[in-house]
C-alpha cells in the first residue's frame, strides 16, 4: 500500500527540517491520507479509496465521486480510480432506457 492518494497523485515530498541555528535535517513529508468509502450514483454502489483529506475536499465540492472523475486526467488517478472512471463514461454514455 503506497503512500499516494488514488485520486489527485499527491504523494511523499521530502526536504530538510532547519532549526534556529540552521542546522539542515533531512525529512519526510507524508500526505494526509485517509480511507474512505464513496457513494457512486452512476454505479448505483459504494467504492472504498485511500485519498487525501484535500482530495475529499474537492469531490465534495465538485458534487460527488462521479463528476470529480469524469473531470479529473487520467494519468493522475491510479489504476483502480481509472477503472472506475471508465465504468461511470460507460454508463454516462450508455442511452437510458
Not at 12 to 24: A, D, P, T, Y
Not at 42 to 55: E, G, H, K, P, W
Not at 77 to 82: G, P
Not at 91 to 96: F, H, V
Request: contains cysteine.
Amino acid at each position: 500500500m503506497s503512500r499516494r492518494c488514488e485520486l489527485t497523485g499527491k504523494g511523499v515530498q521530502s526536504g530538510n527540517l532547519v532549526s534556529h541555528s540552521n542546522r539542515k535535517t533531512k525529512t519526510r513529508f507524508l500526505p494526509n491520507l485517509v480511507n474512505v468509502t464513496l457513494a457512486s450514483e452512476a454505479l448505483a454502489r459504494s467504492v472504498r479509496l485511500r485519498i487525501s483529506a484535500a482530495a475529499l475536499r474537492s469531490v465534495e465540492h465538485r458534487g460527488g465521486l462521479d463528476a470529480f472523475l469524469v473531470k479529473a486526467k487520467s494519468e493522475e488517478l491510479s489504476q483502480n480510480a481509472r477503472t472506475l472512471k471508465r465504468e461511470i463514461e460507460k454508463k454516462q454514455a450508455a442511452p437510458s432506457a
